[in-house]
Structure formats: structure tokens, C-alpha cells
């Protein structure tokens, strides 16, 4: 083996000065200790005797004051101090006194735990001072070992943690409660603004819509006495498609009020089978253009108290949906009187032999704006709002509206409600 030379191989000793990179050390988080005493000597030993403490992975960080005037300019400078060992008497008999009252109501922390260390008991009384002073410990330098000052000092920064998560967590909860009445104020001002646009826009909608409808029927009538039958189509389909849009403006007028909760029951005594069939023959048309039948059978409802409009508008949303999905089926409605909790109820089902549901459009079903088929070529027309208004409808009329469906079979409404709103409340 051939001796290396050392000459030969300066380059593996040595690094070029452009290689060489600067580490430093990033400062690691602490707990600050200040020492407020005037004997130098109490500062070395209280460092030697608590320096080397480490909770909760930290360590720690001494401040040291030797006067009370300067312990007061130094908690100012340092407002996240976790302790402070404080003498009581310094360059005055109540040096450490007065520090403790700055601290706490000149400096406003609350939070630092504040240790008086005192060498004269006499000087100030313990019962005293605990009661007249915000302290957290009074201990006698005498009966400090150091076994002692550790424990002092670990259930003091035990406690500052346990403070500090508190109020992190109270400014927490205040900064999510400002965040929250924005965003509830925002929402507010959003909903303000589309009521405000659908009152507003009630008129110049559903004025034209009428004058449409009404005309579109004053022609057919007037093509059919002057024998114009080829142009009747024609002119119903004009009706229908005026009918259908005011009928989506009303739905949308009615959704806006439930999100905006401007609701307004009015109560009244009526016979809930005629309603029933007022109901059928509202949407007889419709549920007959799928060449289905319509099946009402309800005589025993008798009198009912309730809202007489919103429940038409639940029976004609579940009627009109019901014949809408069954093509050459059967849609019916059925009623009867139950007693639920000593108090009578309507129990009201309507029934079809249509398309079903799976138990994923089950869930979905009273959703606004649900759709069994969002593409741009559903055969099914609709905004998807008859529902999801019969539910909350249902709900101020203090009932229950649910489904039972199986897809291919048919589906199943049923809709219970007191037969006296004010049993429902």
C-alpha cells in the first residue's frame, strides 16, 4: 500500500470558503421566567436551580429586574412572560407590591401568574397580602428548596397554558361569532334583495303571463265559432305554455317566502273532502295528458282547522307530480281520519304506478330544485319546487310528509296532519 501524500490531498481537508453555508438556529419557543430581585445572588441561584426545566417541550427564558421600576418597564416590554418570582421588598417595604397591583391593573395582564418571594414574612403578612393582592402564591425564601421552587414553578406555567388555550379558544369563538353575523347579515341582505326583486317583479311578470293566458283563450274560443279548428292546437299550446310559466313564478314567489320565513297562516273551518276534489279537478288535465286515470276516494275527512290554501297546494303538488312521472297508469288520492296522541289526524296518501325511486332520490326528493333527471333532454318538465314547497308547507301546518317508492313500481306519498293546526304546535 503506497503512503498518501499529504500534498496530494489538501482538497479532502479543506472546503472551499463559496461552499460553506451559514446554519442558524431558529429560536425555539419558550416559557419566560422573570426574576424581580434586588440581590444579584437570588437571580444565579434561582437560574441554577430551575434553568435545565423543560414542559411540554419547552424550555425556559429568564428576565431579569432588579428594582421594581425597571420589573414594570420589563413586563410591558415583555407581556407574554408566563411567571414572575417577585421580592416584596426591594428599594422600598412594598416594592414588590406595588409591581404586582402595575401588572394587573395598569398593565392589564391577567394572565401571568405572579409568585411572591419575600425574606421578611413579617414585613408582609401572607393573609394579607393574598386577600388584598392578585397573587397566585406567596412563599417564604426560607422553605424555597429547590425540590419546592420546581413544583412552584411547574403548576404555575401549567396553569398560564391551561389560561392561555382558554382565551385562544375564546378568541377563537368571537373571531367565528363576528364571521358567522357577517355571513348571516350577507345572507339577510341577499334574501332582502330577491324578495324585493319578486315583489317587484310580481306585476311585470304576472301581468303580461295573464293577458297572455286570457287572450290565447278568448281566440280559441273565437277560432272554434268561426270553424278555424286547424288553429285551436295551436293556440292551447300558446295557454299552456303561459299556464306552465305562471305556474313556475308562483313556485318560485312561494320558495322565496319559506327561505325569508314570511309565511303567513290564516286558519280556517272547511270540509277537507270537498277540497279534495276541487283539487282533482284542477289537475285532472294534467294527470290525463300521460293517459292515466284519477282516483279520489276521501269521503270520510269531514271538517278539518286549518290553512284551506296551503293544503291545496300540497295535494296539487303531489297529484300534479304523481301524474307527471306515470305514463298510462293510475294516480290516486285517499284519505282518512287516525287518532295519534289522543288527537285526530288526516292521513292522506297518493299513490301511483309510475317511474319509482331509488332510495338515493328518496332522500333527495324534497330538496328544492331536485331534479330526477338533470339533462338538458329530460323528458320530464318542471323546476323541481312542487315538493320541496309541500314539505315546508306540511311543516307549519304541524304535520309529516314522507315517500315510499320502488323503482319500476310506483311511488307512494303520505301526508298526515292535525286535523287542528293548533294541536300540531
Not at 419558550?30 to 444565579?44: F, R, S
Not at 412594598?94 to 402595575?102: I, S, W
Not at 327561505?259 to 288535465?285: G, H, I, R
Amino acid at each position: 500500500m503506497q503512503p498518501v501524500n499529504q500534498e496530494d490531498n489538501d482538497d479532502f481537508l479543506f472546503a472551499d470558503e463559496e461552499d460553506v453555508e451559514e446554519v442558524v438556529a431558529e429560536p425555539q419557543p419558550t416559557w419566560k421566567v422573570m426574576i424581580v430581585d434586588d440581590e444579584p445572588a437570588v437571580h444565579e441561584v434561582t437560574h441554577l436551580a430551575i434553568g435545565q426545566i423543560v414542559f411540554q417541550n419547552k424550555g425556559l427564558s429568564f428576565v431579569d429586574a432588579y428594582s421594581g421600576e425597571e420589573a414594570k418597564r420589563l413586563i410591558v416590554e415583555h407581556p407574554d412572560t408566563a411567571l414572575v418570582l417577585l421580592d416584596v421588598v426591594m428599594e422600598t417595604d412594598d416594592a414588590g407590591l406595588r409591581v404586582a397591583r402595575f401588572i394587573r391593573e395598569e398593565a392589564k395582564n391577567h394572565f401571568v401568574r405572579i409568585v411572591l418571594r419575600t425574606g421578611q414574612p413579617g414585613q408582609a403578612p401572607e393573609t394579607e397580602i393574598i386577600l388584598n393582592y392578585d397573587i397566585n402564591d406567596y412563599k417564604e425564601k426560607t422553605e424555597l428548596t429547590k425540590q419546592k421552587l420546581l413544583t412552584t414553578v411547574i403548576s404555575c406555567l401549567r396553569s398560564y397554558n391551561d389560561m392561555m388555550t382558554i382565551e385562544k379558544n375564546r378568541r377563537q369563538l368571537i373571531e367565528n361569532e363576528h364571521i358567522l353575523r357577517l355571513a348571516k347579515r350577507s345572507a339577510e341582505s341577499a334574501n332582502q334583495a330577491k324578495t324585493s326583486f319578486l315583489s317587484k317583479m310580481s306585476h311585470e311578470l304576472l301581468t303580461p303571463l295573464n293577458a297572455i293566458i286570457g287572450y290565447s283563450d278568448i281566440l280559441q274560443e273565437e277560432a272554434a265559432m268561426a270553424g278555424l279548428d286547424d288553429f285551436v292546437p295551436d293556440i292551447q299550446k300558446i295557454s299552456e305554455a303561459g299556464q306552465r310559466l305562471s305556474r313556475l313564478y308562483t313556485c318560485i314567489l312561494n320558495i322565496s317566502k319559506i327561505e325569508a320565513d314570511k309565511l303567513q297562516v290564516s286558519p280556517e273551518n272547511f270540509n277537507a273532502c270537498e277540497l279534495a276534489n276541487e283539487v282533482a279537478l284542477t289537475t285532472q288535465s294534467q294527470i290525463r295528458q300521460n293517459y292515466n286515470q284519477l282516483q279520489i276516494e276521501c269521503t270520510e275527512l269531514g271538517m278539518i282547522h286549518t290553512d284551506r290554501n296551503m293544503l291545496y297546494q300540497i295535494l296539487c303538488s303531489l297529484l300534479n307530480n304523481a301524474g307527471k312521472f306515470t305514463q298510462r297508469g293510475t294516480v290516486k288520492l285517499s284519505g282518512k281520519r287516525i287518532t295519534k296522541e289522543n288527537k285526530e289526524w288526516l292521513k292522506i296518501k297518493v299513490c301511483d304506478t309510475g317511474i319509482g325511486l331509488t332510495i338515493e332520490e328518496m332522500n333527495a326528493i324534497f330538496q328544492p330544485f331536485n331534479q330526477l333527471d338533470n339533462s338538458t333532454t329530460r323528458i320530464h318538465e318542471g323546476a323541481g319546487l312542487g315538493l320541496a314547497i309541500a314539505e315546508n308547507y306540511t311543516e307549519v301546518l304541524g304535520g309529516t310528509i314522507s315517500v315510499e317508492s320502488v323503482k319500476g313500481e310506483g311511488s307512494t306519498f303520505i301526508l298526515e296532519i292535525p286535523t287542528n293546526i293548533l294541536d300540531g304546535l
